[in-house]
């Protein structure tokens, strides 16, 4: 903890903590920010009332060489707390920052499946979806890779708020997380990581939901791989499936992923590519 005169009060159980000595201003600073998660630039600035952002910036860029802040991406940063040890990590949830690194976000794919409790696989990277193309992808934060997928508005759908820690997120439901994987199989671990979700987890999900997410997706290759996928398994009711679909002329493989040779299967017009073991 931070007294009043800038200095660091012990904390039990935590000790050699070695860090820059706070001035009046920036133990001021800290008190005031340290209650959220984040914070940026504009908000440092509005604290401190500095007339120019080049002392605004100079100011955290001296905290920061200190240790008691770190930059998540431009213009935003995350403290500190003394109960990060020698690590010099902000303790947030890797959720938590990816709401930071673009907006609007939401957590999707691998990452929500996870999340959801329809896979055993961890991801390493943290997959993220927004709404809009990006120029700057964040790579490694705070050791952590997170992958960003701009998509089209209208597939920007199906997104549930969360929570960790007592901190809000924004993760795409199981029936959004399930059709987003057959869109783009290579964010999920594949066709096959779709199928073990969909095996082991349908009574947890929205028949109605699913079906009405595929025609919403845009996508017919997804309407052909999640029906072809719910015959194969013996899941839910293909035929009324069917009929809510619209299933586009031409053959579409079942992982894009994967090359495209294997057998046809006219009912759903797919190329099957990769076997699926009930």
Known sequence: MIDETGQIKPIKGIQNITRGSLGRTEARFLAKVSAKATFA?????????YKGEDSTQKFLD???HKGWIRRIRR????????????????????????????SPA???????????????QLPRTVFVATNHPVRRHPG????TN?????????????????????MPFMVTDREKTIIDGLDLTQYIGGVEEIAKALSTSWTQLDESKLRKYAVKIGNSAVAKRLGFLMETLGLGDVE?????????????????A???????????RLLVNTEIKV
């Not at 009324?240 to 894009?256: H, M, N, Q, Y």
């Open 41 to 49: 630039t504009s908000e440092a600035q509005d604290i401190l009332r």
């Open 62 to 64: 001296r905290l920061q």
């Open 75 to 102: 213009g935003r940063f995350a403290v500190i707390p003394l109960s990060s040890g020698e690590s010099r990590t902000p303790q947030l949830h890797e959720f938590i920052i990816a709401m930071e690194l673009v």
């Open 106 to 120: 939401a957590i999707a794919y691998w990452s929500a499946l996870n999340h959801h409790g329809m896979t055993e």
């Open 140 to 143: 490694e934060v705070l050791g």
């Open 146 to 166: 997170y992958k960003i997928v701009s998509l089209r508005p209208g597939k920007f759908f199906g997104i549930v708020k969360d929570w960790i820690d007592e």
């Open 240 to 256: 009324k499936f069917r009929k809510a679909v619209t299933l586009a002329p031409g053959f579409s493989p079942l992982d894009p």
């Open 258 to 268: 994967l090359p495209r040779k294997g057998t046809y299967n006219r009912r759903w």
